[in-house]
């Protein structure tokens, strides 16, 4: 299914599913807020006293990521012959990952301060004029990132932004980024490749993580292709590895929950081993889930009603009556028949009748479910093969019709004993004009039935069939 553009963009940023956990989380966000607000001037000052050498740049590359949050997972291992890296974008904050785990230099057109822009490991590719430098210093390689801007990381962009022409070897990046509440990027109509988004950034000081995973993907050489044939490649080496990339999203909305608990019980049961024999792999791992199955199907967990609970609170008052009926003899009696006495005994003390439902059943059904009226479309065509087959039960025609859709095709079912049915007695004295053959695997007793064949039955149903609509509906037989 294509992507459109609305599911490419956030227009909210908000993405939680809980606003109590937003609103309970902003004091203590704004708490963290002015706190990394303090370790922004830090670092500040620091980028301004301290001389540029790589010691001190990975030390503010470092500061800065604890000033925004910023926690990096590196996934895959680094090809020491790239000098250049192509990354899909999803933040505006990830030349900061990158350039922490990996030493790249970002070429951007956004206009920030300088000293921002060396911690965060950004070079202005309008102004940097010697390009040919990092295909000759492969220690500290160039990050692109063609798109031109950030998207939603459901689909890769078309590559139109190039600062510097490809090598003959890139290695392509996968980033995809997580962090709780809120989305890392909210899409204006006032966005500009050349302005970089305060507003996304000043978010990442108000949320407590932001979670960037960077999976390095095999180089590709270019061989004989030209750079949009060469460009298409990466582009869909790194669509390829976004979606085979397994991102496991923590559900902090769950997680606050437990805080929330006075307790939770979690019930672990030590199933028996299981040795593999001769099974494959997908044979024992078929073995083990049905032991787990079982298990857990064996396992009662028992979960106190608070919902009920609480309407004691609030109900003046609640009469309990306990009846003590009398004591009850085994004898001979095994588990099952003493059990069913006993149920028997307390059925008559309250004086109402056995149900024979589990409280399993009732809790899992609720209510009773109210009957479905079948579609008119679905009803129209029943009383069409209803007409035909009059021995059909109608909850048979609507099985199969479900299935279906067409009347030539149930009625072929029904004759052929694709389908079984229970013929039902059809009302009234006269018979109807031809035979219904009895269904696949019964004897049928009338002489006329076992001789025609199946064709010609076929032609009888037909036939019959068009008499009747024809008769229904008032149409001349000739034009028909």
């Known amino acids: 299914m294509a992507l459109t553009v609305d599911k490419l963009i956030n227009d909210d940023r908000f993405s939680g599913e809980n606003a109590i956990q937003f609103v309970l989380y902003m004091p203590v966000g704004i708490l963290l807020l002015f706190v990394r607000i303090v ?8 980028s301004i006293i301290l001389p540029n050498n ?5 030390m503010l590359s470092t500061l800065a990521c604890w000033t925004f949050g910023v926690y990096v997972k590196l996934k895959g291992s680094r090809d020491p012959r790239c000098s250049v890296m192509v990354a899909n974008c999803v933040s505006c904050l990830d030349a900061l990952a990158a350039s ?3 030493g790249t230099i970002s070429l951007k057109k956004w206009k920030v301060p300088p000293f921002f822009a060396s911690t965060m490991g950004i ?13 000759e210093c492969a220690s500290q390689p160039v990050l692109l990132q063609p798109e031109g801007g950030a998207a939603n990381g459901r689909g890769v962009l078309r590559f139109t932004d190039w600062p510097c022409p490809l090598g003959n070897r890139v290695q392509p990046l996968a980033i995809t980024v997580e962090r709780p509440f809120t989305n890392v990027t909210v899409h204006r109509a006032t966005d500009a490749r050349d302005k970089f988004p305060w507003s996304d950034a000043w978010w990442f000081l108000w949320t407590p993580a932001t979670v960037f995973s960077i999976t390095l993907l095999p180089a590709l050489e270019r061989h004989d292709d030209d750079d949009a044939a ?12 976004l979606g085979t990339l397994v991102v496991c999203m923590f559900p902090w909305s769950d997680a606050w929950w437990f805080l929330w608990t006075p307790a939770t019980v979690f019930s672990i049961t030590l199933l028996p081993a299981l040795e593999r024999h001769d099974d494959d792999d997908a044979a024992f791992a078929a073995r083990i889930r049905q032991t787990i199955a079982d ?8 979960k106190f009603p608070w919902s009920d609970a609480w309407w004691f609170l609030w109900t003046p008052a609640t009469v309990f009556s306990i009846t003590l009926l009398p004591a009850l003899e085994r004898h001979d009696d095994d588990d099952a028949a003493f059990a069913a006495r006993i149920r028997q005994a307390i059925a008559d003390g309250l004086g109402v009748e056995l149900a024979e439902y589990k409280w399993e059943e009732l809790n899992a059904g609720g209510r009773a479910p109210r009957r479905r009226e079948p ?10 093969v209803k007409e035909v ?10 099985r199969d019709l479900a299935t279906t859709r067409s009347v030539d095709v149930t009625i072929t079912n029904f004759l052929e004993g694709v389908s079984p049915y229970t013929p039902e007695a059809t009302p009234g004295p006269s018979a109807p004009r031809y035979v219904t053959p009895a269904p696949t695997g019964v004897f049928s007793t009338n002489a006329r039935d076992r001789q025609l064949s199946f064709q010609e039955r076929k032609a009888n149903m037909i036939a019959e069939a068009r008499r009747k609509y024809i008769e229904k509906h008032g149409l001349d037989a000739a034009l028909c």
């Open 39 to 46: 370790l922004a001037l830090v670092l500040w000052i620091a």
């Open 54 to 58: 790589q010691a001190v740049r990975q």
């Open 100 to 102: 922490h785990v990996l």
């Open 123 to 135: 070079r202005n590719a309008a102004q940097f004029v010697r390009k040919q430098h990092f295909g």
């Open 230 to 241: 060469f460009a298409a490649r990466i582009r869909q080496t790194i669509a390829d590895g």
């Open 295 to 302: 298990g857990l199907g064996t396992l009662v967990v028992c």
């Open 375 to 384: 579609p008119p479309e679905l009803a129209r065509l029943a009383r069409q």
């Open 389 to 398: 087959l009059p021995a059909v039960p109608m909850r048979d025609i609507m």
